[in-house]
């Protein structure tokens, strides 16, 4: 018998009445070195239960490659400390995550694939999933209830409901979970509305759903699906996240709070979404498209319970008050803000253009997808030349994906976007057989809806003037391993084009801190070897998140890749984050 069963109105663990008290904490957002503390706070705040996806894409990147699972995809790592902290553990493994992460966890390998149809029983697809499930399953198996782990209830899918209906496809997830040892409960989670729950659930298996208010309603929605078993919100909305060029969305604690009473209240259990956001380091944010391309920023902060720095804001406090009606909540302090960096100024002094540090290029007649060069993430630079001097158009067929610099001998000429739907472009010629160089940035996958998988780079024909441009050198731009960026001491002049700047600090004590970038435009950002990830001016957020873990006592370093060009030559470390102007939902 699994740890975890249902009644006909709630949960017994091990026998015995239980209430899910859960917290999402998605250990893949977070420096390892930090688990320890989140899980912490989790119990402090009175949580029995923490709640994680799996991201299939990063703990799988080569399909015929073995599984990924150390650093910050050390899973096992991240449920034994659960266990030790004496929480359990709710588990989502997708195949699908969504959660606003690149490609929604699905891997490029796989969605790069157009003939595949993407989360249904199509067997190429359920081929994969279970060649994955047979990697993945007999790492995670000591950590089940089962063998006397912290996991208690595994998810199969994720809100299929909002993306197909095949039935056939949620029973082949669940038979897969059982034949691979699973005994623990399993649910499937969808939007608080009938034709969702409808199509995203499973005879046999417990309905979840998802909501943020209309506690009331929402709950009377799952009732009239599910006529018995327990109440469970899979993902209680306390707060939202941010596109590139929107505002910062915050939801007021106290409203929070009352929504979170109510649930607790009405005898449902509840997974706070987010407990604790993290940030979306190096390229792994996703973005959504309806109308438009819109990539989500840096940060994943979320308004969360847990600032992005791990410190207790307004909701945990407000929350904590609201679980000590419910349920006992630990006889211990409340934590206090960590520690932060003092402000400390660097200077980078040295510098390396980008452009020559492109790999070998894959020449083709019509430039060729990042996907079809092997670069799932960040950047690719192809070039060709012009056919004729003067004022002219670039066309660029079929767009870009998704953001474009162009360059003609050299000087920037214009930017494309993707989520401006931008396909041309006029620029000045000097002269009949002028450079050309387009550098592209993936801004990272689609994580929702219809185009998860949608190609990166340049995505057709371009010509010039109604001419075609042929004889492309399509080059990969790999940024994992700095250490051969050829660096020299700048010389004082402004850099008009993509380059690396580099900058050393001194410190004593190791703290969290924020990297604040006035004076820079966009870009990429590296503490120490770690990649912080991305920046950009637009906002909303203008600082970057920098764990204490990165750094060390003595010399530090800063590598920033600005694309822009600029005439800054300092960056800052603050004890304040900023994460832009607040849009209250």
Known sequence: MPALTTTSDGFLLHGEPF???????????????????????????????????IPWNHHQPDPDGPLVLDGLLDLPRFLSLAR????????????????????????????GDPDIRLRTSDPRFTGAVDRYLDLLLPALRPHLAAAGGPVIAVQVENEYGAYGDDSAYLKHLADAFRSRGVEELLFTCDQADPEHLAAGTLPGVLAASTFGSRVEQSLARLREHQ???????????????????????????????????????????????????????GFTNGANHKHAYEPTITSYDYDAALTECGDPGPKYHAFREVIARHAAVPDEPVPAPGPKLPPTEVELSGRA?????????????????????????????????????????????????????????????????????????????????ATLEVLVENMGGVNYGPRIGAPKGLLGPVSFDGTPLRGWDCHPLPLDDLDGVPFAPADGTAVTVPAFHRGTFEIGTPADAFLSLPGWTKGQAWVNGFHLGRYWNRGPQHTLYVPGPVLRPGTNELVLLELHGTTAARAQLTDTPDLGPENTW
């Open 84 to 111: 030790d902290e004496g929480l359990h553990v709710l588990l989502r493994p997708g195949p699908f995550i969504c959660a606003e992460w690149d490609g929604g966890g699905l891997p490029d390998w796989l969605t």
């Open 227 to 281: 006529s018995e078993g327990p109440l469970f919100c899979a993902e209680f909305w306390i707060g939202w996240f941010d596109h590139w060029g929107g505002p910062h969305h915050v939801r007021d604690a106290a409203d929070a709070a009352a929504d979170l009473d109510r649930l607790l209240s009405a005898g449902a259990s509840v997974n706070i979404y987010m407990f604790h956001g993290g940030t979306n380091f």
């Open 19 to 53: 209430r899910i008290l859960s917290g999402a904490l998605h250990y893949f957002r977070v420096h390892p070195d930090l688990w320890s503390d989140r899980l912490r706070k989790a119990r402090l705040m009175g949580l029995n239960t923490v709640e994680t996806y």
């Open 353 to 433: 253009a980008l452009m020559p540090l492109a790999g070998a290029p894959v020449r083709a007649d019509v430039p060729v997808t990042m996907d079809a060069l092997g670069q799932r993430t960040g950047y690719a630079l192809y070039r060709t030349t012009l056919p004729a001097g003067g004022d002219g158009l670039l066309h660029f067929a079929g767009g870009v994906g998704d953001r474009a610099l162009v360059f003609v001998d050299g000087a920037p000429a214009g930017v494309l976007e993707r989520e401006r739907h931008d396909e041309t472009l006029p620029v000045r010629v000097p002269r009949a057989g």
